[in-house]
């Protein structure tokens, strides 16, 4: 066979290599094509948990007077930890990092409040207690409240104004990034936005980024903000989880994320 050939034959080898590399294993990444993205997509957001069936960590968080469950399961104004304990459980001992927007103020005069006789931090208690080896950080508005601990650590941050969100991550000792983003702070779309967009970035491949307490006359703005991040972030998968609950059917709802690459 002519020389020339053989040539020809190696260039395109090394071509198709490339090519393969490109798509395929650049990065090391996992590689999902449109024949299987959405059976991928069902996979890692197929939860499956019981809203009416109190776990240990619904127990932990309403005796540390958070509002995200209690024992009492079926009474209580939110539901989440059914939910979080669902996906979380097996993670319990790891070493991680986990970072809750909205410490719970008890300031009646700021909005999203939890009343007077709320208990600011509750939440992040709650979370050093179901995450024993883990960093526990928060932020809230309410300079008042902020308070540290040996393994809790809080910071001032206005969600609606992205030079401060800016100015808390620069924070040093919130400069690597987190397993779990949890943004339970002022709950209206625009501040949810503004949060979500100038914080992602932070969020761990593998890890979770969550939206409480999305109200029912926002759910469509929701459901639209999905579909134009989805052509943003490639990497991330979005499900609205609107979780029944018995006596609350206007913001039992959470905007799950995931990072798979």
């Given at each position: 066979m002519d020389t020339s050939i053989y040539i020809i034959i190696f260039i395109i080898s090394?071509?198709?290599?490339?090519?393969?590399?490109?798509?395929?294993?650049?990065?090391?990444?996992?590689?999902?094509?449109?024949?299987?993205?959405?059976?991928?997509?069902k996979t890692i957001l197929d939860f499956k948990f019981d809203e009416s069936k109190s776990t240990p960590l619904c127990e932990i968080m309403g005796r540390n007077k958070s509002d995200k469950g209690s024992q009492n399961i079926t009474s209580s104004h939110h539901n989440y930890t059914t939910f979080y304990y669902s996906i979380f459980k097996n993670m319990t001992k790891n070493k991680l990092r986990l970072f809750e927007l909205g410490l719970g103020t008890n300031n009646i005069n700021i909005l999203s409040n939890m009343g007077e006789n709320g208990r600011p931090g509750a939440s992040l208690y709650g979370w050093a207690e179901f995450f024993p080896n883990a960093e526990i950080f928060g932020a809230d508005i309410?300079?008042?409240?902020?308070?540290?601990?040996?393994?809790?650590?809080?910071?001032?941050?206005?969600?609606?104004?992205?030079?401060?969100?800016?100015?808390?991550?620069?924070?040093?000792?919130?400069?690597?990034?987190f397993d779990i983003i949890i943004e339970d702070g002022l709950h209206t779309f625009d501040a949810n936005v503004i949060f979500f967009e100038n914080s992602i970035y932070k969020l761990k491949t593998g890890g979770f980024y969550i939206i409480e307490d999305l109200v029912k006359n926002e759910l469509d703005l929701f459901t639209n903000k999905i579909k134009e991040w989805e052509e943003i972030y490639t990497n991330y998968l979005f499900k609205l989880l609107i979780i029944p609950s018995t006596i609350n059917n206007n913001d039992n709802n959470l905007l799950v994320i995931y990072k798979y690459k």
């Open positions: 090394i071509f198709l290599i490339l090519i393969i590399y490109k798509f395929i294993y650049k990065n090391n990444e996992t590689f999902i094509d449109s024949s299987n993205k959405n059976d991928f997509i309410d300079k008042d409240i902020l308070f540290n601990t040996n393994r809790i650590k809080t910071f001032y941050c206005d969600q609606t104004k992205p030079d401060i969100i800016k100015k808390m991550w620069d924070n040093s000792e919130l400069k690597d990034e």
